[in-house]
């Protein structure tokens, strides 16, 4: 799958949700009542980190997006411009500190050798992990699962990754499942492009 095939899945998804919510919409009686009050908007909080794959962070962005009615936070340890993989800088919206609480999803997603150094940040890690206990969903694609796993958040759960770190997830209390997209109770974990 790579991330296009998670992106069409989740796209998918989305796109049903909002069909579903359009169909409600004009099944909804006419008679002089005052239309619903609109829900409180999804909180989506989506972690970037310096070296980070700006095609993860943009594609699943974009699809989240699709949903309606979504409040999207790019965070980081601090406000300061972020330097992707591929030298674009991307402006947190909040810091860890000021990310909302609780989150409907949380996301990450992968970095390559970038990755190794969010693992071993603990005040990164104690985010998540603190964050992932009052969360809806937790998700991650390609390397960003080992990050979710190094935040003990794959502990018990089945998930994948990219096929070229996946098999370090059993040494985060996780069962791999060589799959492209892994679904675990509320984690879901996405692996990248090539290999098996």
Same mark, same amino acid.
């Given at each position: 799958?790579?991330?296009?095939e998670?992106?069409?899945?989740?796209?998918?998804?989305?796109?049903?949700?909002?069909f /579903?919510?359009?169909?409600?919409?004009?099944?909804?009686d006419?008679?002089?009542?005052?239309?619903?009050?609109?829900?409180?908007?999804?909180?989506?909080a989506?972690?970037?980190?310096?070296?980070?794959?700006?095609?993860?962070?943009?594609?699943?962005?974009?699809?989240?997006?699709?949903?309606?009615?979504?409040?999207i936070?790019?965070?980081?340890?601090?406000?300061?411009l972020?330097?992707?993989?591929?030298?674009?800088?991307?402006?947190?919206?909040k810091?860890?500190?000021?990310?909302?609480?609780?989150?409907?999803?949380?996301?990450?997603?992968?970095? /390559?050798?970038?990755?190794?150094?969010?693992?071993?940040?603990?005040e990164?890690?104690?985010?998540?992990s603190?964050?992932?206990?009052?969360?809806?969903?937790?998700?991650?694609?390609?390397?960003?699962?080992?990050?979710?796993?190094?935040a003990?958040?794959?502990?018990?759960?089945? /998930?994948?990754?990219?096929?070229?770190?996946?098999?370090?997830?059993?040494?985060?209390?996780?069962?791999?499942?060589?799959?492209?997209?892994?679904?675990?109770?509320?984690r879901?974990?996405?692996?990248?492009?090539?290999?098996?």
């Open positions: 799958m790579a991330r296009r998670f992106s069409q899945q989740l796209c998918g998804a989305a796109f049903s949700a909002a /579903a919510n359009v169909a409600q919409q004009q099944t909804h006419t008679s002089g009542q005052q239309p619903p009050k609109p829900e409180k908007p999804q909180e989506i989506i972690l970037i980190y310096p070296g980070m794959t700006a095609l993860d962070l943009v594609g699943p962005e974009q699809v989240f997006g699709y949903l309606g009615n979504v409040h936070e790019l965070f980081a340890k601090t406000k300061d972020v330097r992707s993989d591929t030298v674009i800088t991307i402006q947190p919206s810091s860890s500190a000021d990310c909302a609480d609780p989150v409907d999803i949380l996301f990450v997603g992968g970095g /390559a050798d970038f990755t190794v150094a969010v693992m071993k940040d603990t990164t890690l104690d985010f998540l603190r964050k992932a206990k009052t969360t809806k969903l937790v998700t991650s694609v390609c390397t960003g699962s080992t990050i979710l796993g190094a003990g958040l794959l502990r018990g759960y089945t /998930a994948t990754s990219h096929w070229s770190v996946r098999d370090f997830l059993p040494l985060f209390g996780a069962e791999l499942v060589v799959n492209r997209v892994v679904e675990d109770r509320n879901i974990t996405s692996g990248g492009h090539g290999g098996n």
